[in-house]
């Protein structure tokens, strides 16, 4: 008599209830994303400082000007666009642990060499670099996330994921606002504005003890004793935090796909629509987001507004930051994850022109709030959409080749913005920012799959 095989890894963990242990582990992973997005948004707040010290320019005499603050943002989307492209793919053969330790100890050193640089040449480098290490890293923790998390609990977990990671706006923005303006002796205030954000190496040796592997890549390595072990231990805690037995394992069709992964299945159905679906989304919504993400302060300097004003104005709506993914954590897994991306995207076209109106410091204020919120709101949204739409065998390098185009996106924004803004000022630039995001809302609105509380195999399949 035939036995029935054993539950597979993927619907042991699904089967998990929501617990203190798996909660302790998206903390932990979002602790490093902190840092990826304290450096992510740095540009906007020491930009003005930039400025001052003759280093950059917000404008360019030439479309590709290296003086101007455009080759800095420019430079970093670049270093984006290697890690998330090139490198993202090395998550899918060394693990998701190892990468995600590797990548913020990078950007680290990197970051931290690139405060004592003086030259615009010499900071576009090392900013360069550290962008090749927050590349990787950003693609390991959504596909990290998306695998250690039960089904029903995914976008929950993003939305506390990029609470926790926005935070950092805030903190960076109050940061800049009390030390870009003064000098510390011989030393700038934004030198040590970018040398708090290098501190996250330390956190490395911590963090990795504490994170397990990824049960679901082990298993599709062949390392199945080990994944076993590991989920062992995670039953283990959650039985023991829930004093309750777990429920049966249900498995669905893909559960035992356990074939090798290679690149090109990126391009064969059923993933083929989804990947053209995404590299248009990633390449559209990077403008519209970074286009006010970084550029706020400077869109304020453009319009008479001082630089102490812009940062104080700034820091305001960047409170704002960590309240959408807090708020949406309550409605991640009620309403349909594309959906929610559609509206979102919709949302910031409207507030940024509205924006791009505002005169006096309430409607600045207001509307900046308002375009932040949705921004966010996009950003978990997506962070989570897209690492569910591909098997776990090629899940980081499908991610990090769609995610790329977002980088893309960033370097040609930055020169595009710098141009408009010279010759057709703040309202030319969210005329802009709101066709782009039209297109995000079409795409996804058009093409996008339905993902909320299904296994992560049977979305694949």
């Not at 950007?107 to 962008?131: H, L, N, P």
């Not at 594309?338 to 924006?355: D, E, P, R, T």
């Not at 509380?453 to 979305?459: C, H, K, T």
């Amino acid at each position: 008599m035939s036995h029935p095989p054993a539950p597979t890894i993927a619907a042991r963990l699904d089967r998990l209830p929501n617990s203190a242990y798996l909660r302790r582990m998206v903390v932990l992973l979002s602790l490093g994303g902190w840092f990826e997005f304290y450096d992510l948004f740095l540009t906007a707040y020491i930009a003005p400082a930039l400025y001052k010290s003759g280093i950059f320019t917000p404008t360019m005499k030439g479309l590709l000007g290296l003086e101007g603050i455009a080759s800095f943002v420019a430079a970093f989307f670049a270093g984006l666009f290697i890690g998330t492209l090139g490198l993202g793919k090395l998550a899918d053969r060394f693990g998701r642990r190892t990468i995600f330790s590797f990548a913020l100890a990078w950007y680290s050193v990197c970051t931290a060499v690139m405060a004592f640089q003086s030259t615009a040449a010499s900071i576009d480098f090392w900013r360069f670099a550290a962008g090749i290490g927050v590349g990787m890293e950003l693609v390991t923790i959504d596909t990290y996330l998306s695998e250690l998390v039960p089904k029903r609990n995914r976008g929950a977990a993003f939305a506390f994921n990029q609470f926790v990671t926005f935070l950092s706006v805030p903190f960076v923005a109050l940061l800049s606002y009390l030390l870009v303006p003064v000098n510390f002796g011989k030393v700038e205030g934004w030198r040590w504005v970018v040398l708090t954000g290098s501190s996250g190496a330390i956190l490395v040796f911590f963090i990795r003890r504490l994170l397990p592997e990824s049960p679901r890549w082990l298993e599709q390595r062949g390392r199945h004793q080990e994944a076993d072990r590991i989920l062992r231990k995670m039953e283990e805690q959650v039985q023991l935090e829930t004093k309750r037995p777990l429920p049966p394992p249900q498995s669905v069709a893909g559960d035992r796909s356990q074939t090798a992964g290679a690149f090109k299945e990126i391009w064969e159905p059923p993933y083929r629509s989804r990947t053209v679906m995404l590299t248009v989304f990633n390449l559209c919504q990077a403008i519209g987001y970074y286009g006010f993400a970084n550029w706020a302060p400077t869109f304020l300097l453009s319009n008479g507004i001082n630089v102490t004003k812009s940062l104080e104005y700034t820091f305001i709506i960047a409170l704002a930051n960590p309240v959408s993914p807090l708020l949406g954590r309550a409605i991640a897994e009620r309403y349909e994850r594309k959906w929610q991306i559609v509206w979102s995207a919709l949302s910031i076209a409207a507030c940024g022109l509205l924006f791009s109106q505002q005169k006096l410091a309430a409607g600045v204020i207001v509307f900046g709030i308002l375009i932040t919120l949705s921004n966010n709101w996009m950003s978990f949204a997506f962070h989570a959409y897209q690492a569910e739409l591909y098997p776990t065998r090629i899940r980081a390098q499908a991610v990090g080749f769609v995610y790329s185009w977002s980088r893309l996106g960033g370097i040609i924004g930055g020169f595009v913005i710098s141009f408009i803004l010279r010759f057709y000022g703040t309202r030319g630039v969210f005329v802009l920012i709101a066709l782009c995001m039209g297109m995000v809302a079409m795409v996804i609105g058009a093409f996008g799959p339905r993902t909320n509380d299904r296994r992560l195999e049977e979305i694949a399949g």
